[in-house]
């Protein structure tokens, strides 16, 4: 395991803001993911695992204990099972397995991030969500200091939630993720604006030309990371979009003077798009807020425009929070994760 001190996190974040972390090491294997651990806890350090940075937003201070870089790599494909390193690129991933005609994952194509990450929020895009593939994740118990597999019933799937990220938190570290998908699977169509872009087609098209409109799709809303780009420096979706009672929907809908979009979630109760509370609360795409700001492609993504430190990101998601909860009664939850103090 090689000890580093004092390595800036930005460059490792989809934001590019960050702090350094005190000391820095890279787990490539399980052994070296474990020594890691025991060396935090032998010197009393605060442990924080680190993988693709897509999801997070670190503090202008960085971290004062140990980051963990999981960099675990390997695909092995079984049957319709892919066993997948925790550190592989979700991405590539994607298109490994649209080339070997696989789908299930075709809608989350262009999602930033490594396969890691995907359990831990339920990653989901355009009608699809991992856990509708995933079977099994390897992690290290770190009550137990021992390596176990749990089964996907014992995840706790939900809307951008998980065992991992909730009940759970700070217990368990992913290490290897099993899908099982589909082999020449018809690709998902249920999303509106898939249905839209390919409306005028008279045949099905494949997995691969939908994992292309979903990247090109994301690309028009700012969620596709383009080398050199302002507007793509995020971590995507900022808010989740909240879900409410159809009781309390109603509410909302009979004080609202415009209809108000919303989708069924669970029985009584449906999701509200968080992007239309934010506009409606005054905030619109490309708004400024000093070195941060709101994509101009989609109202969501908050932004670092001009070297913005973690602070100008806080300062505008409190100004959008208190607004939508001044004007709909509906507290905004933040997505990315928090690391620092």
Known sequence: MQLQEQIPLAPFTTFGIGGPARWFTEAQDEASLVEAVQLARLRGWPLFVLGGGSNLLVSDQGFPGLVVHIAMKGVAHTGDTFNVGAGEDWDSFVSLAIERSYG?????AGIPGTVGGTPVQNVGAYGQEV???ITSVRVLDLNRLTFTELPASACGFAYRHSIFNSTHRGRFIV???SYRLHHNAFPVLSYPDLKR???DR???????EVAAAVRAIRNSKGMLLVEGESDCRSAGSFFKNPIVSEVFYDQVASGSSSPVPHYVATPGFVKIPAAWLVEQAGFQKGTIAGAAGISKRHTLALINRDHAAAKDILALRDQIVTAVEAKFQI???QEPVWVGS
């Not at 299930?104 to 989350?108: F, K, S, T």
């Not at 008279?202 to 691969?208: H, K, N, V």
């Open 175 to 177: 290490t290897q993720v």
């Open 331 to 333: 507290r905004l939850e």
């Open 104 to 108: 299930g994952l075709e809608c989350l």
């Open 202 to 208: 008279s045949e099905y098209p494949s997995l691969a």
């Open 131 to 133: 856990s509708g593939t």
């Open 197 to 199: 872009h390919f409306q």
